[in-house]
Each structure stands twice: as C-alpha cells, then as structure tokens.
C-alpha cells in the first residue's frame, strides 16, 4: 500500500513562513492535495494538483511537488492559520491516501 | 447554498449496525462522485469509500470491506453509508465529501460529520 508521511508538528513564527512537508514514494508522479482542518472543524481544500488554489484561498498559501516530497508552504503565517493539515493522494493500489496530518503551531 | 450534511451518527454495540446518511443540495448531486472519510478521535483523515456518479462502481478500504456498503440516491440527493457488523476501532467522525471541479479525488466540499462510537 501507498504511505504518505507528514511530521506530526511544525511551529513557526508569525509572518514567518512555514513548510510543511509529505514524503512518498516518487510522490512527484502524483497530484498533491492539501487540506486544512481547524478544531472541531471538516477539512477545507487549500491547495490541489501540487500547487493550485481554490478560489478564496489566500495567496500566502502554495505547493510544489517533486521526486519524493511534496510540500505546503505558508508564507507570513498568521494566527488563524493554525490548524492540523493533511497531504492526499490517489494510488492506482491503495486507493486515496491521505497523510497521517502536521499541527502547524503559530507561536 | 452549497453542503452536505450528514446524519446518523450514535452509540452502537459491537458487531451492531448503522446506516448514515449525508444529504447534499445547493449542486447537481448525481453528477459528482462522493465518498465517505473517516477521523477517529484524536487521529488523522482515514478513506473508507467511495461511489461513482450513477452509483455503478464502488470501492472500500480494506478495513471495512465487506462489512460496509456504499450507496447513493440520487432522486433524495442522498448518500449512504450501511455499517454492520461495527468494531471499537470503526468509532470514528464520518465525513462525506465531494470529488468536485478542481479533479479527480480531490475533495472540494466537506460535510460537519457524524459521530459514531462503538462500544459496549
């Protein structure tokens, strides 16, 4: 089966930048998607196909992917983006994978 | 508006059943893939399945297969989930979420989720 791995925590400053990472195997053949779930909350789409943004989603928020890392980027981090975030994938084995999620803490 | 709400959700005995369901409107339900997403309580975003647009084609994770079936109408703009044969590790939040515009297996609307807890 496909595994996904993501660090269970990352902090940051704000209006630092915060990267958040998603290791798998030649992840970079893949489309990425990220998702961002606050507390008590449902996931919210915040980046898909690597590097893309839905619509209302701010500009501070990108992706790339390459060879066996994807990466969610959060530039000049603020207090309300502090949340739990999850990688995804789909597999032509396993199916959608989702990554086992990061806590961003904002300090 | 646009959402999915979902229902159904409650304590359960084990190797019990339940059926949830997750009503969409404010979209054109039968054009969209669905799926069900599970969270057990302090974890990560688990899969658990999946149904096609016309509800012809359906897949599970290997942890609840066989023991869950998928299904979707699409004239009451519902999705189900039929749950037997439930163990504790099934207690869980169960999200139902939409493969939308932005491509495949990409979930762009989420619904609050219902909580199931097994446990005797």
């Known amino acids: 089966s496909y595994v996904l791995t993501q660090p269970p925590s990352v902090s940051v400053a704000p209006g630092k930048t915060a990267r958040i990472t998603c290791g798998g195997n030649n992840i970079g053949s893949k489309s990425v998607h990220w998702y961002q779930q606050k507390p008590g909350q449902a996931p919210v789409l915040v980046i898909y196909y690597d590097s893309d943004r839905p619509s209302g989603i701010p500009e501070r928020f990108s992706g790339s992917n390459s060879g066996n890392t994807a990466t969610l980027t959060i530039s000049r981090v603020e207090a309300g983006d502090e949340a739990d975030y999850y990688c995804?994938?789909?597999?032509?084995?396993?199916?959608?994978?989702f990554g086992g999620g990061t806590k961003l803490t904002v300090l | 508006e646009v959402q999915l709400v979902e229902s159904g959700g409650g304590l359960v005995q084990p190797g019990g059943s339940l059926r949830l369901s997750c009503a969409a409107s404010g979209f054109t339900f039968s054009s969209y893939w669905m799926h069900w997403v599970r969270q057990a309580p302090g974890k990560g975003l688990v899969w658990v399945s999946r149904i096609n647009s016309d509800g012809s084609s359906t897949s599970y994770a290997d942890s609840v297969k066989g023991r869950f079936t998928i299904s979707r109408d699409n004239a009451k703009n519902t999705l189900y989930l039929q749950m037997n044969s439930l163990r504790a590790e099934d207690t869980a939040v169960y999200y139902c979420?939409?493969?939308?515009?932005?491509?495949?297996?990409?979930?762009?609307?989420w619904g609050r989720g219902t909580l199931v807890t097994v446990s005797s």
């Open positions: 995804q994938v789909w597999d032509s084995s396993s199916d959608v994978v």
């Open positions: 979420a939409r493969v939308g515009d932005y491509g495949d297996f990409c979930f762009d609307l």
